[in-house]
């Protein structure tokens, strides 16, 4: 008794350039941008990426797009030389700076007490 050979129907499965998805992901998109990049839909990209990876997009995503984050910061730190707008904000972000001081506010016996903290 022969058995027959399933035959495949539906789409042809499109292809992935997954070398241009690596350098996609260095300008961090969301996994729609990436799907429209290559004219199919976020499941199929999930799919494929499982297929080729062995891992979703977000984890893909972290690997590949650690390098925008790294050469973002080396042009803010490059700018805020130039910059006080930028030195300031990196200050504010990353040192925990702020223009405002820190106030404390007690309750005694219905008032308030108002005092502004000097640990900083």
Do not use: W
């Not at 495949?8 to 996609?24: H, L, Q, S, V, W």
């Not at 499941?43 to 925008?68: I, M, V």
């Amino acid at each position: 008794m022969k058995t027959k050979k399933k035959s495949r129907t539906g789409r042809p499965k499109k292809e992935i350039n997954f070398d241009f998805f690596e350098r996609a992901c260095e300008m961090y998109p969301t996994a729609v941008e990436v799907a429209s990049l290559f004219d199919i839909s976020v499941d199929t990209l999930e799919r494929r990426l499982k297929e080729h990876y062995k891992t979703g997009f977000s984890e893909l995503l972290n690997r590949f797009g650690g390098k925008a984050k790294v050469r973002l910061r080396r042009y803010l730190f490059r700018h805020s030389l130039t910059s006080p707008a930028v030195a300031i904000f990196l200050a504010k972000n990353l040192l925990g700076m702020s223009d405002q001081p820190k106030m404390d506010m007690d309750k005694i016996d219905g008032i308030i007490f108002i005092t502004e903290d000097s640990k900083d």
